[in-house]
């Protein structure tokens, strides 16, 4: 409750929202890669004519929330940021395109 009444005061109702946008452009692709990956995955490692054991399926799932994550890790390091008030960006893609130019690829996933 203290921590929304401190947002509020110093910067509206506008500073709960600040990072929705970020998060709507990780989380909604995330799913759809997500899921692609797992079936890919699942369609590649287990033969047609079984089910996959429990270690299968867990070292699928694993595999693909991994790839899943690194593919959007520079989404996420911009979410984080629009989050903390400590950048100025004034989109997403804006906030990606620069972020290579100024902080290298490794800025991307920092």
């Known amino acids: 409750v203290a921590t929304f ?10 500073g709960l929202w600040r990072g929705l946008s970020p998060s709507l452009s990780r989380c909604v692709p995330g799913v759809g890669l997500y899921f692609t990956t797992l079936t890919a995955l699942q369609q590649t490692v287990v033969p047609e004519d079984r089910k996959a054991t429990a270690f299968e399926a867990l070292c699928i799932g694993g595999l693909a929330r991994s790839l899943t994550c690194g593919a959007l890790l520079p989404i996420t390091v911009v979410k984080t940021r629009f989050e903390s008030g400590n950048f100025q960006y004034s989109s997403v893609v804006g906030a990606l395109k620069n972020l290579k130019p100024q902080e290298g690829f490794r800025g991307l996933y920092s």
Do not use: F, G, I
Not at 5 to 10: I, P
């Open 5 to 14: 009444t401190t947002v509020v005061q110093h910067e509206k109702l506008s």
